[in-house]
């Protein structure tokens, strides 16, 4: 049980790499809240964790929403009194040139991927603090390493990189680790949006040298990594898990 005794917050995990987070923290001992503003439960549970589902609550979350953030982390903390792990993995796509883009098609990115981290990161730091040994995971994307198509999703997940190491240079000295992870294309919605069928060949076999989508538990093995006290001297790091993507 590698998680055992600690309390966590994912957010969007109530599908794709979130909810594979949350399956994976729960088998390791985790208790997780999964902070979702999709409010039907599709999380669907292995059979080995179907009676263990009292371990994680599902609660409603928009984290572009300073109030949002504030009730379900009072719920956490009223209850526990502490958050060890924040996985801010909430997010939203859209593919569209720069040309394509209004002004509130950006305001938008920014406001889930970016602001979202930015207030769940202010707003659960006296709990994380309480932890003495908390983890906080962003969920970037290689979009967030180097130049992306649609800009307004690429400059949302750069700046995510770069808050990153603000918080873990300055929260260091609190017991707080922060590090984000940079997936390729991985097997969700959000990645077969990302990379279309008819752009498979050339998106996905040619230019990634695995050539393949990466699977949401891929990723979630990583974010249990960074996660745990295994991690304990990684901070402010980077993580790629995109199949070689960004090797050449
Ligand atoms: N799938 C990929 O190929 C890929 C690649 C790189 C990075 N990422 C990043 O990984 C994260 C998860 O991606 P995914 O593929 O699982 O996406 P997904 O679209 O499958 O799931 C995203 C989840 O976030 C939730 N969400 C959206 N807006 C929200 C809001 N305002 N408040 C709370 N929850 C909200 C959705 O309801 C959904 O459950 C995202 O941050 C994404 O940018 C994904």
New binding site residues.
């Given amino acids: 049980m590698r998680l055992k005794g600690k309390v966590a917050l994912v957010?969007?995990?109530?599908?794709?790499?979130?909810?594979a987070v949350v399956r994976r923290f729960a088998s390791e001992g985790a208790r997780v809240w999964s902070?979702?503003?999709?409010t039907d439960k599709t999380n669907n549970f292995s059979d080995d964790l179907a009676d263990k589902t009292e371990t994680i609550v599902h609660e409603t979350?928009?984290?572009?929403s300073h109030d949002s953030w504030q009730l379900i982390i009072n719920k956490i903390v009223q209850e526990t009194g502490k958050i060890d792990i924040l996985v801010?993995?909430?997010?939203?796509?859209d593919r569209r040139s720069i040309e394509a883009t209004t002004e509130e098609q950006f305001d938008k990115m920014l406001s889930?991927?970016t602001k979202?981290p930015f207030l769940g990161i202010k707003l659960a730091l006296e709990a994380l603090k309480a932890s003495g040994n908390a983890s906080i995971v962003n969920?970037?994307?290689?979009?967030g390493l180097r130049g992306s198509f649609a800009v307004h999703?690429g400059a949302s997940?750069g700046a995510l990189r770069l808050m990153t190491k603000s918080i873990a240079s300055t929260y260091a000295k609190d017991g707080i680790r922060c590090n984000s992870v940079?997936?390729?294309?991985?097997?969700?919605?959000?990645?077969h949006t990302?990379?279309p069928p008819d752009q498979l060949e050339e998106r996905l076999y040619q230019r990634i040298p695995m050539g393949r989508?990466?699977t949401?538990e891929e990723?979630a093995n990583v974010i249990l990594f960074l996660a745990s006290d295994e991690s304990s001297f990684v901070t402010g790091s980077e993580v790629v898990v995109d199949g070689g993507a960004t090797c050449k």
């Avoid at 979350?61 to 572009?64: A, E, G, K």
């Avoid at 801010?88 to 796509?93: L, R």
């Avoid at 969920?139 to 979009?143: F, Q, W």
Wanted: glycine share 20%.
């Fill in positions: 957010t969007g995990g109530n599908k794709g790499i979130g909810a902070g979702d503003i999709v979350l928009d984290v572009t801010n993995n909430a997010g939203i796509y889930v991927n979202g969920l970037s994307s290689t979009a999703y997940k940079h997936p390729g294309p991985i097997d969700t919605e959000m990645g990302a990379v989508f990466g949401a990723v």
